[in-house]
């Protein structure tokens, strides 16, 4: 869902209005950091304009050269949100106009129905009823047969991470490909807390996810997690492979703003996992997180979106290009001690 975000800080840092923002395009935008033209339109999106929508956003978006949907509603305001930072970066959030949820509906005759992945940030019910919309709306044209399963990657909704809804959970898990709450999402569904003294509680995680993988992710039971654990890196985990990654900013004062982070991950994971490596899909696990990595370390150096700009050289976002900076990350996993 798109929104327009005003963010309200701890002072003395001002607030800000007008900001673009919700999660579909958080995860966008990382998606559009690791895809530069003209593969940068097939990223996927959709922004609903309200009679009130700003003509510079409209520019932003426009310069981005994705293959975003926009529809006019003029008959309603865009959705809007506010989020107020407390201590501990929690995060306060509420809509100030009425919210346009998006559903399996939006997709009907649009290319975005033959997407290769689908970024899903729902509860778990919601999650099995969307899988099954979106391929039953796929499987109503003549040509399915010739077209691969696309890739559900799920993020769980922060409220509904409680142990009454483990058992839907661990049914939606069956339908999807990859999993990726926050380490607090995680253990949410398990009634315990996954905060270490000074990091997460590693071993913790690793645990809840083994029973997770034990119930089977995916129709095959081949499916993958990745658990973000902010400032701790994340944790990539599928049958036969666990390893933690360190998070790309190493010191909390490149963190300007951590709002868009976790879904600017997810987009630049979806990605990786369709584009990554000598293999796709969940075998690409681990490589898409990196990618993921990336993105969200753009997504968390500035209040709203990171900048693109053009040199000799190609793109850049916030005066970096891309592949050296994934190029570096390269470098500093070899040398990573595993926690």
């Known amino acids: 869902m798109f929104i327009i975000d005003d963010i309200e800080f701890r002072p003395p840092t001002p607030s800000v209005t007008n900001i673009l923002g919700g999660a579909g395009t958080w995860s966008a935008i990382g998606a559009r950091i690791l895809s530069p033209p003209p593969r940068s339109r097939a990223v996927g999106w959709v922004v609903d304009c309200g009679s009130d929508f700003p003509h510079e956003l409209r520019e932003t978006i426009a310069k981005w050269d994705t293959g975003v949907l926009i529809r006019e509603t003029p008959q309603r305001l865009t959705t809007r949100g506010w989020n107020g930072y407390g201590e501990n970066e929690h995060r306060a959030f509420r809509y100030t106009t009425p919210k346009l949820r998006l559903d399996h509906a939006a997709l009907a005759d649009t290319e975005l129905l033959w997407s290769k992945s689908f970024h899903l940030i729902c509860s778990p019910l919601r999650c099995i009823d969307l899988v099954e919309s979106i391929l039953a709306l796929r499987s109503q044209t003549s040509d399915v047969g010739s077209t691969p ?86 944790l990539v985990k599928r049958p036969g492979l666990q390893k933690w990654l360190p998070a790309y900013h190493q010191s909390s004062t490149k963190v300007v703003d951590p709002t868009g982070g976790g879904n600017g991950f997810l987009g630049g994971l979806a990605v990786g996992l369709v584009r990554g490596g000598a293999t796709s899909g969940v075998e690409n696990l681990e490589e898409a997180a990196q990618w993921g990595s990336i993105a969200a370390s753009f997504a968390i150096e500035q209040v709203g979106m990171p900048v693109l700009a053009h040199n000799p050289q190609g793109e850049t ?23």
Do not use: M
Not at 168 to 193: M, Q, R, W, Y
């Open 317 to 339: 976002w916030n005066d970096v290009r891309v592949e050296d900076r994934l190029s570096e990350f390269k470098q500093r996993l070899d040398l990573y001690v595993q926690p």
């Open 149 to 234: 399963r696309p890739l559900f990657i799920w993020e769980p909704v922060p409220d509904l991470c409680i142990p009454e809804e483990l058992t839907n959970c661990l049914k939606a898990l069956k339908c999807i490909d990859v999993i990726s709450p926050n380490h607090s999402e995680l253990g949410g569904f398990f009634g315990t807390s996954t905060d270490g003294k000074d990091h997460v509680d590693y071993r913790k995680i690793e645990r809840l996810c083994d029973q997770w993988l034990q119930n089977g992710i995916g129709s095959e039971g081949r499916g993958g997690i990745v658990v973000r654990g902010g400032k701790d890196g994340c």
